[in-house]
């Protein structure tokens, strides 16, 4: 077989503009040393979980068959072998990169495979949406230099995306803002939120207007008809009083620019694309007058990538199948969860590769684990393969939550783990020679 090892030697130095790969955000301003013996280490920012991601030791990890330690040869045989009997399989996680989902779509359209990103669940809940009505959404890039008053919808942010704020709103130079400090924070709907990273430069506080989250899709058609002109007869919705909603909507309308944001992991209720649906309703009828815009908060373990590859590849997103030999998009039928608890998949190939922490889901059928070579099982799975890790371990891309830029990921220390598109072409190769 041909080696698939990834060994180069990395010289001690300053590695600067690095990004987090994991992170939505792609935050690139990281500065990192690396010492004699390729070790990691995080200069600046502070930020705990880009640490932890690039101090994570190297793991000696070898591929392992039921738990026992078996050769990449033979672990690559052992999966090809699953995946040649099963009849429908399902290829899950989808945690990786650009190059990483390209070969996951290659394996999937040869096997037969179904596809979903272990994100899903929030993020359908966007791409629902789109497809549905389409909507008006903003780049980064745009809110850090245009926005005037940020409206923060049913989350804080940075329980997702810690250094939002930082990156996003507290800069120091924008191209269209004087003095970013003089921004306008609002968050909407929610309890025990952290907004204190809402508070501006200049200790301006934000405007919180609490409500418990199932009561938030009550709170937004309220805000989407008043913005609308229509009059509300009720005193107050879900706790939060009508002048209260009144002023906002004003405020809305005052501003330049103003941001609707949200993460679909935060709106975690019912139907909750239906809630989207009214914050773009809002912006669409604030657009006939100024200019507003969304921002759909998401990107991390990949899932942003994963749809924009899957989409340019075969038409359609996440929870799309080859089980009939073309592509064939289902949001509902084609749910990890659902396929595993109707017994619908007869192998599981779970994708992992930037946190090791996101397992497999329990299940009773065979399973093959792609992933991050410090990956701990209570179960051992059929087939473990450990992998390059992108952006720390191998070279490669990412998309950032806006799906407007994609960022160039950097090989930074040295490793004898094969890519995960290495592993997958190496299985597809197989599954064809038979």
């Known amino acids: 077989m041909e080696n698939m090892t990834q060994s180069t030697q990395f010289p001690a130095d300053l590695l600067e503009a690095v990004p987090y ?57 052992k999966a090809s072998s699953l995946l040649q009997s099963a009849k429908h399989p399902l290829m899950a996680g989808l945690a990786t990169d650009v190059y990483g989902m390209r070969a996951v779509m290659n394996l999937a359209e040869t096997s037969g495979a179904t596809i979903d990103h272990m994100n899903s669940k929030s993020s359908m809940k966007n791409i629902l949406v789109m497809q549905n009505s389409g909507w008006f959404v903003t780049t980064l890039s745009e809110v850090k230099n245009r926005v005037d008053l940020l409206v923060v919808i049913g989350t804080d942010i940075v329980s997702y995306f810690p250094r939002f704020f930082e990156r996003v709103i507290w800069n120091k130079e924008a191209m269209f803002t004087e003095n970013t400090a003089d921004r306008e924070i609002v968050y909407l709907g929610g309890r025990d939120l952290n907004t204190a990273p809402g508070v501006s430069p200049n200790g301006k506080q934000p405007d919180v207007l609490p409500c418990d989250l199932d009561r938030v899709p009550e709170v937004l058609a309220a805000l989407r008809a008043i913005v609308a002109g229509k009059s509300l007869k009720a005193d107050n919705v879900a706790g939060i009083a009508r002048e209260s909603l009144e002023k906002l909507a004003e405020r809305l309308k005052a501003a330049k620019y103003s941001v609707l944001a949200w993460t679909g992991s935060a709106l975690d209720f019912p139907h909750a694309e239906l809630s989207i649906q009214n914050i773009v309703g809002v912006v669409q009828e604030l657009n006939k007058t100024t200019r507003s815009a969304g921002l759909p908060l998401s990107g991390n373990d990949g899932d942003v990538t994963a749809y924009n590859v899957s989409t340019w590849i075969s038409g359609y ?22 396929l595993l608890a109707e017994g619908e998949t007869d192998v599981l190939v779970w994708i992992s590769s930037f946190k090791p922490e996101r397992l497999p889901p329990h299940s009773n059928v065979p399973t093959i684990v792609i992933g991050h070579p410090a990956m701990q099982f209570e179960h051992a799975p059929d087939v473990f393969i450990p992998i390059a890790i992108p952006g720390l371990e191998a070279n490669g891309a990412q998309f950032r939550s806006d799906s407007s830029v994609t960022l160039p990921l950097r090989k930074l220390r040295d490793t004898n783990l094969p890519t995960l598109a290495d592993v997958l072409s190496a299985i597809e190769s197989a599954l064809k020679a038979d």
Do not use: M, V, W
């Open 317 to 338: 997103p996440f929870r799309n199948s080859y089980r009939r030999g073309y592509p064939d998009y289902d949001p509902y039928h084609y749910d990890t969860s659902r």
């Open 21 to 77: 790969p994991a992170d939505g955000l792609l935050s690139d301003d990281l500065t990192l040393a690396r010492d004699a013996n390729g070790n990691l280490s995080l200069q600046s920012p502070q930020c705990p979980q880009s640490k932890a991601f690039f101090e994570r030791p190297r793991s000696n990890t070898t591929p392992a068959i039921h738990g026992k330690a078996a050769t990449l040869e033979d672990a690559i045989a």
